[in-house]
T-cell receptor
Framework: GENVEQHPSTLSVQEGDSAVIKCTYS??????FPWYKQELGKRPQLIID?????GEKKDQRIAVTLNKTAKHFSLHITETQPEDSAVYFC??????????FGIGTKLQVIP | DGGITQSPKYLFRKEGQNVTLSCEQN?????MYWYRQDPGQGLRLIYY???????QKGDIAEGYSVSREKKESFPLTVTSAQKNPTAFYLC????????????FGPGTRLLVL
């Protein structure tokens, strides 16, 4: 089955700096890679996703990159703000059955 | 988000007791999922269902059971065989399957008395 590893488990950045979270996956058949944000006490919500036919996708201050050869994908948050503080989960799936999540990264943005 | 609900918000289980967590969605989604969230372990899949009257075990199905008699509902039963049930349980749904956005419910926190 699929195995997703996520690093780092915790990340502290100064407000305005960039944050990068990295994930690797094991199943070369995986072709859909969503990222979810979970604020304290709330439900996870999709913030961005990427499919295997695309190498990079941006949405305002958030971007995701995918390297299929190396089987890794990364989340980039620029100009971080205090409201970016949350736990971020990466995930991978081949689209047929289940989604496998990483263990999460707790991001703290220091004002 | 408002289209998928879970109840109760908190649930207490006594030794040897089975308890059932409710998950309802009005999004007309075919696929539904149950996850368990423990600190430092991310989201682990318990069961999932692609269509009504069909479901499959996830990675940690032991001690749990589900049913999918209606498209809108996917209840999870935590049986007495689950020896460490204390966790945060999240239900999710997606339009058709794993390649679509998952919409999560607000979660149920299960505690053992």
């Amino acid at each position: 089955g699929e195995n997703v590893e996520q690093h780092p488990s915790t990340l502290s950045v100064q407000e305005g700096d960039s944050a990068v979270i990295k994930c690797t996956y094991s199943d070369s058949a995986s072709n859909y890679f969503p990222w979810y944000k979970q604020e304290l006490g709330k439900r996870p919500q999709l913030i961005i996703d990427i499919r295997s036919n695309v190498g990079e996708k941006k949405d305002q201050r958030i971007a995701v990159t995918l390297n299929k050869t190396a089987k890794h994908f990364s989340l980039h948050i620029t100009e971080t703000q205090p409201e970016d503080s949350a736990v971020y989960f990466c995930a991978a799936t081949d689209g047929y059955q289940k989604v496998t999540f990483g263990i999460g990264t707790k991001l703290q943005v220091i004002p | 988000d408002g289209g998928i609900t879970q109840s109760p918000k908190y649930l207490f289980r006594k030794e040897g007791q089975n308890v059932t967590l409710s998950c309802e969605q009005n999004l007309n989604h075919d696929a539904m999922y149950w996850y368990r969230q423990d600190p430092g372990q991310g989201l682990r899949l318990i069961y999932y269902s692609q269509i009504v009257n069909d479901f499959q075990k996830g990675d940690i199905a032991e001690g749990y059971s589900v049913s999918r008699e209606k498209k809108e509902s996917f209840p999870l039963t935590v049986t007495s065989a689950q020896k460490n049930p204390t966790a945060f349980y999240l239900c999710a749904s997606s339009i058709q399957g794993a390649k679509e956005t998952q919409y999560f419910g607000p979660g149920t926190r299960l505690l053992v008395l």
